[in-house]
Protein backbone atom coordinates (compact mmCIF):
# COMPACT_ATOMS: atom_id res chain seq x y z
CA UNK A 1 0.00 0.00 0.00
CA UNK A 2 1.72 3.19 -1.00
CA UNK A 3 2.24 6.03 1.58
CA UNK A 4 -0.59 8.63 0.37
CA UNK A 5 -3.11 5.59 0.84
CA UNK A 6 -1.95 4.25 4.37
CA UNK A 7 -2.17 7.61 5.64
CA UNK A 8 -5.93 8.50 4.65
CA UNK A 9 -6.99 4.67 5.54
CA UNK A 10 -5.16 5.06 8.92
CA UNK A 11 -6.90 8.44 9.67
CA UNK A 12 -10.31 7.15 8.48
CA UNK A 13 -9.94 4.09 11.09
CA UNK A 14 -9.39 6.81 13.66
CA UNK A 15 -12.39 8.75 12.82
CA UNK A 16 -14.72 5.40 12.72
CA UNK A 17 -13.12 4.99 16.22
CA UNK A 18 -14.13 7.90 17.60
CA UNK A 19 -17.22 7.37 16.15
CA UNK A 20 -17.81 3.59 17.85
CA UNK A 21 -17.40 5.33 21.06
CA UNK A 22 -21.00 7.52 20.95
CA UNK A 23 -22.75 5.38 22.18
CA UNK A 24 -25.57 7.96 23.53
CA UNK A 25 -25.65 9.28 19.92
CA UNK A 26 -29.41 9.81 19.53
CA UNK A 27 -31.11 11.49 16.34
CA UNK A 28 -33.64 14.06 17.46
CA UNK A 29 -34.05 17.38 18.84
CA UNK A 30 -33.97 18.20 22.59
CA UNK A 31 -36.91 20.96 23.70
CA UNK A 32 -38.34 21.51 26.84
CA UNK A 33 -41.98 22.92 27.00
CA UNK A 34 -44.92 23.75 29.27
CA UNK A 35 -47.82 21.89 28.91
CA UNK A 36 -51.49 21.32 30.29
CA UNK A 37 -52.96 18.60 32.53
CA UNK A 38 -56.17 16.16 32.19
CA UNK A 39 -57.74 17.59 35.51
CA UNK A 40 -60.40 20.82 34.51
CA UNK A 41 -59.66 22.43 37.59
CA UNK A 42 -56.11 22.30 37.87
CA UNK A 43 -54.27 25.47 37.50
CA UNK A 44 -52.66 24.80 34.80
CA UNK A 45 -55.70 25.60 32.86
CA UNK A 46 -55.81 29.05 34.19
CA UNK A 47 -52.32 30.41 33.20
CA UNK A 48 -49.82 28.11 35.68
CA UNK A 49 -48.41 25.73 33.10
CA UNK A 50 -46.91 23.03 34.20
CA UNK A 51 -43.14 22.33 33.58
CA UNK A 52 -41.05 22.85 31.96
CA UNK A 53 -40.67 19.58 30.73
CA UNK A 54 -38.14 17.34 28.79
CA UNK A 55 -38.67 16.10 25.39
CA UNK A 56 -36.67 14.83 22.42
CA UNK A 57 -38.11 14.75 18.92
CA UNK A 58 -37.60 12.15 16.64
CA UNK A 59 -38.83 11.16 13.26
CA UNK A 60 -40.41 7.63 12.22
CA UNK A 61 -41.89 7.04 8.82
CA UNK A 62 -42.20 10.58 8.03
CA UNK A 63 -43.51 11.90 11.06
CA UNK A 64 -42.36 13.82 13.97
CA UNK A 65 -42.66 12.38 17.63
CA UNK A 66 -42.05 13.75 20.95
CA UNK A 67 -40.85 11.39 23.56
CA UNK A 68 -40.83 12.22 26.92
CA UNK A 69 -37.45 12.66 28.76
CA UNK A 70 -37.41 11.88 32.47
CA UNK A 71 -35.57 14.35 34.69
CA UNK A 72 -32.89 11.98 35.82
CA UNK A 73 -32.16 11.31 31.86
CA UNK A 74 -32.24 14.62 30.42
CA UNK A 75 -28.27 15.20 31.07
CA UNK A 76 -27.45 11.85 29.12
CA UNK A 77 -30.36 12.78 26.20
CA UNK A 78 -29.11 16.08 26.16
CA UNK A 79 -25.19 14.60 25.07
CA UNK A 80 -26.49 11.70 22.89
CA UNK A 81 -28.18 14.73 20.92
CA UNK A 82 -24.74 16.76 20.85
CA UNK A 83 -23.26 13.20 19.67
CA UNK A 84 -25.30 13.09 17.08
CA UNK A 85 -23.95 16.21 15.32
CA UNK A 86 -20.59 14.89 16.13
CA UNK A 87 -21.13 11.71 13.86
CA UNK A 88 -22.48 13.83 11.40
CA UNK A 89 -19.48 15.62 10.84
CA UNK A 90 -17.17 12.44 11.20
CA UNK A 91 -19.07 10.62 8.57
CA UNK A 92 -18.59 14.25 6.94
CA UNK A 93 -14.81 13.50 7.61
CA UNK A 94 -14.55 9.95 6.30
CA UNK A 95 -17.11 10.49 3.05
CA UNK A 96 -14.47 13.19 2.46
CA UNK A 97 -11.48 10.36 2.90
CA UNK A 98 -13.39 8.28 0.67
CA UNK A 99 -13.54 10.57 -2.28
CA UNK A 100 -9.78 11.32 -1.94
CA UNK A 101 -9.30 7.77 -2.34
CA UNK A 102 -11.74 7.15 -5.09
CA UNK A 103 -10.22 10.06 -7.03
CA UNK A 104 -6.79 8.90 -6.63
CA UNK A 105 -7.70 5.01 -7.67
CA UNK A 106 -6.99 3.56 -4.10
CA UNK A 107 -10.72 2.85 -2.78
CA UNK A 108 -11.62 -0.42 -2.77
CA UNK A 109 -13.65 -3.07 -0.83
CA UNK A 110 -10.52 -4.28 0.40
CA UNK A 111 -9.56 -1.65 2.93
CA UNK A 112 -12.97 -2.90 4.79
CA UNK A 113 -12.78 -6.23 4.84
CA UNK A 114 -13.93 -7.74 8.17
CA UNK A 115 -15.02 -4.05 9.44
CA UNK A 116 -18.56 -3.73 8.27
CA UNK A 117 -21.57 -5.93 8.78
CA UNK A 118 -22.24 -6.79 5.32
Do not use: W
Not at 24 to 34: A, I, M, N, P
Not at 54 to 75: E, K, L, S, T
Not at 86 to 112: C, F, H, K, P, Y
Request: aromatic letters at 4%.
Amino acid sequence: MNAKKQKLVTRRQRLLQKLAGLSLVTHGSYLERFSTCARKNCDCHKGKKHGPRAYVVVYRNGQQRQVYVPQDQVAAVRKGVRQHEQALELLRQVTDINLALMREGLLDESLTAGQEGE
